[in-house]
């Protein structure tokens, strides 16, 4: 059974900048830490990635996941579903952009994660909460950091 979590933040940025560093998926791994390689195998007419592999620091080993990524609510949605993992069986999540105001963003991450392996409750939530929590800080400080 999949475990599901929503997580938001607040982003001192326009909504459409927040899209635009979460959708510029090649560059995650300059600065989501758990994010060690990303390959696009496939892209749009638009050249947005479509299909990508990930490699990722998960459970203190290393994994590998394919998600295909939805621009169908761009620029307010962005979101994903795996295709292929080798520790988990869904990975599938969105990043909503909801404007504040002009240059404020309330962003909120929404995650459906469920493991291959059984692993107990508790410890799956904490992995969980850290993922989230991390994915939104990450995004955040990279948002409010470019110029």
Known sequence: MAEVATERITVLAAAERCF????????????????????????????????????????????????????????????????????????DGSYLFDPIDESTTEVTYHLEVELRVPIPGFIKMRAQARIMTTALRELKARVESLP
Request: hydrophobic share 35%.
């Open 20 to 91: 635009g560093v979460a959708a510029d998926i090649e560059r995650y791994p300059e600065w989501a830490a758990d994010i060690k390689e990303v390959i696009v195998d496939a892209r749009d007419g638009e050249g947005r990635p479509t299909m990508v592999s990930f490699r990722a620091a998960a459970f203190g080993r290393s994994t590998s996941y394919t998600l295909a990524y939805d621009y169908s609510g761009a620029p307010r949605t962005l979101s994903w579903h795996q295709t292929r993992g080798d520790i988990t069986t869904r990975l």
